[in-house]
Structures are given as structure tokens and as C-alpha cells.
């Protein structure tokens, strides 16, 4: 039977929409004051007292940071020889380099069509799918996610036009 395409699949992963609004401190203080003040002239109609209430600021969000990704390549390693009916970075482990690359493909080009499409938020979870199975192609390699960093650091500052030209003149280019 012919493999439903993925992109009519429902998803199980991926923030379909930002930070929810719950978790927005700003919103949260807002809403704090609004029930306060709503509580002071339900208790004092049509007069205003000397007490105020102050909100009590609700507990900040943990900022998300690229942190992240260092702790799931750790995750996805110890997941390595794992039951793969328990974990699925295990089952694509398990499952060889082929299946690995074919996925992280897919993923890619699925981000790529909701870029090109415009869908921001769509684009974020696709992101998110593309990070996690490169994850699992550096797990598959044994590259150290420590090496990316350090490439990336050492190309910083390095206009990529300026790269370009300074490479040496391939005459079969044109
Ligand atoms: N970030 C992810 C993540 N992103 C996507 N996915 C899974 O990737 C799968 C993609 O489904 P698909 O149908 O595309 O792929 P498939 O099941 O291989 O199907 P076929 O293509 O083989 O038919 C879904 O099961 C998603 O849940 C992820 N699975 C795990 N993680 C992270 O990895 C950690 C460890 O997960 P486990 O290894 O499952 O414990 C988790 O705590 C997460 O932090």
C-alpha cells in the first residue's frame, strides 16, 4: 500500500504556535492586575479605598536557549543501544545511516517547502524536525556537535563574498 505523504500526516511534534500566552510574564502581571482591581470593585462598589492590591508577578518562563541542543545530542547518544520500541532516536539508530539520512532529507525539504510557502510558524516546527534528525546524523557519524560550533566560530566574521573571491580561480568555472 502506498505510504500515506507525510505532510497529510498529523503531526505529533512541533510548536504550532509561540509561547502560549499563559506563559507570557507580561500578560500574566496584566492579568493579575485585572482580576485584582476586578476583586477591589466587586468588595467596594462605586468607591475607591486606600488599599491597593499588588499582583504577584507569576513565575518566569525558562528562557529557551541553543543550550538545547547540546542536551539532546546527549540524550540521542545515550539513547544509542536502547529499546527501540522505548525511544525513537534509538529505532533510527538502529535502523542504519541510510534510513538516518533519508529522514533528515525529508525533514529539510518539508522545512523548505513551508518556508517557501510562508508558513512562519510551520517553519518553526519543521526547524525543530530538521535540528533533531541532524542530531541524530551526528550521533550516527560520531561528529561532536563541539566540532560544528568551532567551524561555525571559525567562519565568524568571514564575509561569505569575501570567502568566495579568495578561493583559488577554478578555470573549468567559467
Ligand atoms: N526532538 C525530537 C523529535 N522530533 C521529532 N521526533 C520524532 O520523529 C518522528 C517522526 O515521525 P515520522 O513518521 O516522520 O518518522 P518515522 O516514525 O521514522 O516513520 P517512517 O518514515 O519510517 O515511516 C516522530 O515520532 C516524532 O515524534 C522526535 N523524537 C525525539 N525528539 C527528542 O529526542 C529525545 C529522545 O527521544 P526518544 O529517543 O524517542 O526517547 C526527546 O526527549 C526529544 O527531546
Redesign the pocket.
Known sequence: MPKTP?TL?PK??GPKSPTPKSLDKTDGAKAAGKKASAKKSATTPGKSTKHTIVPTPLPAAPQATSDVLDR?FA??TA?RGTDPSL????R?LARGRRKIAQ?FGEEAVECLIEAVAGNRDELVGES??VL?HLIVMWVDAAVQPEEIWAELQRREGVSGIAEKAARPHDPLAG
Open positions: 507525510k500526516r505529533t511534534r539532546l540524550v540521542v539513547r525511544s525513537h532516536s534509538a533510527l529522514k525543530a524536525d533533531y
